[in-house]
DNA sequence: TCACGATCCTAGCATCGCTAGACATCCGAG
DNA sequence: CTCGGATGTCTAGCGATGCTAGGATCGTGA
């Protein structure tokens, strides 16, 4: 019957409302607010609802870090596509910057507090896209060593400056010139 | 009276006992485990006591942080100064990734569970003698740039293998070449 | 119309961090 | 040596958390 369908639709779409909820909530308050009360309250449903679609509280927040890691990979595209040429490492690694510090919470979720999502050869799609536009931008610069491995590298270089400068370890006002001494030592030769 | 400083030095022992109880607990069975209940029992307190110590469970969490960091700094410090001339970026950056990797409770809780450690100019001596080692190996590698930002960036790119490879985001087998990337792409030129 | 199945909610459990108030213990003054 | 006060510790409990069992309610198809 049709009316399958017109369920299972809206199922799909109370869970995106569950996921933007959570989400806008943590970008709002701070993850430890988003509690599986509130939330259930904020989407007008009872608590065993959020239990129906997610297998817990930690499940939502891997949904909200998926997601984030989605619309991560794409800004990291766009401004990839975007640069004008041989200023696209610049480009990406700004957008990474700019993605950590305009959505800490979604940056958070997938960083620091998803749990169940696999990574390795069965990661998601989402994954895998992300390391995409990196590896563009790192592997010409490899030289000797392996794509892979520089790309890997010149990733963690950009994520710690995210995270540090995050945690307000790093000198607030030097973020570009920590930036552009990242992108001097790793395109000199 | 000498009661007063007896007092005053049990008391100094118990914190210690608590902080090490703490860490131990987190090293073993990760920190959510490590409960303000499981904490008191442990060390054969009832949960006030603990609250005669700390303001409360985050406040043990960056004594163990503290405690942490200064050991890292310790353990830089050693590596640097126990280097080959020449090769004492590369132990720096061996140390500081063997820590990560040796002690995770321990990292965990400096760099992504405290929250009232203070940084900027008014951090404690040991986030400063942390920060010294990095500094004496990154220094001479600034070049035209400041030399405070070269190590911040350098700090960051270690940093983010550590905390990549943590968490299961990178190829576990090429950590060894991640890092020659790394040294690499800071020394040459 | 009616019985069945899916859907949802109320109520409650165990556990969490934290605290008030009672109890015990130790110290120093008389 | 005794006793009052201060210090230290514990028992018991509060509000809130994540999660779940069981019953009520609703729509569906015969």
Redesign the interface.
Known sequence: MATQQRRERERAQRETLIVNAAREMAEADGWPAVTVRRLAERIEYSQPVLYSHFAGRGAIVDAVALLGIGELAASLEAARVGAAPGEELEAVAQAYLDFAAEHPAVFEAA??LAEGLP??PDAPDELKAGFAPLFAVFAPLAGD??P???T??G???????A??AR?????PR?QR??????L???T??
């Open positions: 960083f620091t990574f390795g060593h392996d892979e491995a520089v890997e590298a990733w963690a270089a950009i994520h710690g400056l995270v540090l945690d307000g370890r790093l000198r030097h010139e920590r930036l552009a001494v990242l001097e030592k790793f000199s030769t």
